[in-house]
């Protein structure tokens, strides 16, 4: 795998969380590439309320982010339960 950057964030509102093979797997169709990795921090856990932070990580030289965002946004609101904060890097 080439070297990979961090390309969006990703928040699930209200306590929602999903497991890393399966955003990898999302994240994956978004950008039409296998070649990415997902990672995880949490936030919050020190006042209650606690979240996930997930970053999207991929090679730097991925083309058209901006079609990469609409597909992640439409296979989010795909799914009814998910509701994200996407921020693009």
């Known amino acids: 795998m ?23 797997k999302l994240w994956a169709a978004a950008c039409g590439s296998d070649d990415v990795s997902v990672s995880r921090m949490i936030y919050g856990s020190d006042y209650g309320s606690a979240g996930n932070t997930y970053s999207l990580h991929g090679p730097p030289a991925i083309a058209n982010l901006h079609d990469v965002e609409i597909r992640l946004r439409q296979i989010f609101a795909e799914m009814s339960s998910a509701t994200i904060n996407l921020t693009s890097l």
């Open 2 to 24: 080439a070297h990979h950057t961090a390309l969006f964030h990703l928040r699930l509102n209200g306590g929602q969380s999903i497991g890393p093979s399966a955003l990898r």
